[in-house]
Every structure is written in C-alpha cells, then in structure tokens.
C-alpha cells in the first residue's frame, strides 16, 4: 500500500522560511516524479514545483520561481521544498504528489497523494 505523508508546515511570520518534507513509502521511489502542489481556503489547487525522478530536472511555476527550491532524496525515498520570504498570501496546504517517471502540470496526472501539510504566514 502506498503512503505519503507531509509534515513540516507551521504558523511562521512573513519574512520567514520553511522547510516541508514528503516521505513515501510502498512504491519505488525513485520510479517517480515528485510534485508539490497547494491549495489556499476557497481558491483551486495550483502547481507549484515538479524534481523528476533522479532530480536532474526541477520545474516551477512562475510565481513561485526565486523562492522555492525542491530537492529529493532517493535514499531516504523523501521529497523536500525550501520556501524563503514567506507572505501571506503562500498560506495554502501544501500537497506532496508522485507520478511515474516525469513531471506534468495537471494535477490528475500524479498518481498518489498525501493528506497535506498546513502552511500559515500570519503578516
């Protein structure tokens, strides 16, 4: 059976960072395109970082370029992004997703979920 969890999110002030981790178990790891997704109170859920399956190729959407970076490591079949100079309006559940082999925008195209972690930037 396969398992994603997320955790590292929290109430931080503007101007801060955080460091959110994935940890998937019950499938190759290494298999998988890893994405990060969000999803703020009465808004759509939107993309906001891809790391293929060896990390040799990292995607972001626009708005989110310069301070994010995601990383993985296949060893500890663990999945990570660094957000700096938090704003309020990066306050969302931040979803953590695989899907086989590349990365893509939509979505419904990741296989596997998790529950979420909450990420709160009080200004």
């Known amino acids: 059976q396969v398992q994603v969890v997320e955790s590292g999110g929290g109430l931080v002030q503007a101007g801060g960072s955080l460091n959110l981790s994935c940890t998937a178990s019950?499938?190759?790891?290494?298999?998988?395109?890893m994405g990060w997704f969000r999803q703020a109170p009465g808004k759509e859920r939107e993309g906001v970082s891809c790391?293929?399956?060896?990390?040799?190729?990292?995607y972001y959407a626009n708005s989110m370029k310069g301070r994010f970076t995601i990383s993985r490591d296949n060893a500890k079949n663990t999945l990570y992004l660094e957000i700096y100079s938090l704003k309020p309006e990066d306050t969302a559940m931040y979803y953590c997703a695989a899907r086989e082999w590349y990365c893509s925008g939509p979505s419904d195209e990741y296989s596997y979920w998790g529950q979420g972690t909450q990420v709160t930037v009080s200004s």
């Open positions: 790391i293929s399956w060896n990390g040799a190729t990292t």
């Open positions: 019950g499938l190759t790891f290494d298999d998988y395109a």
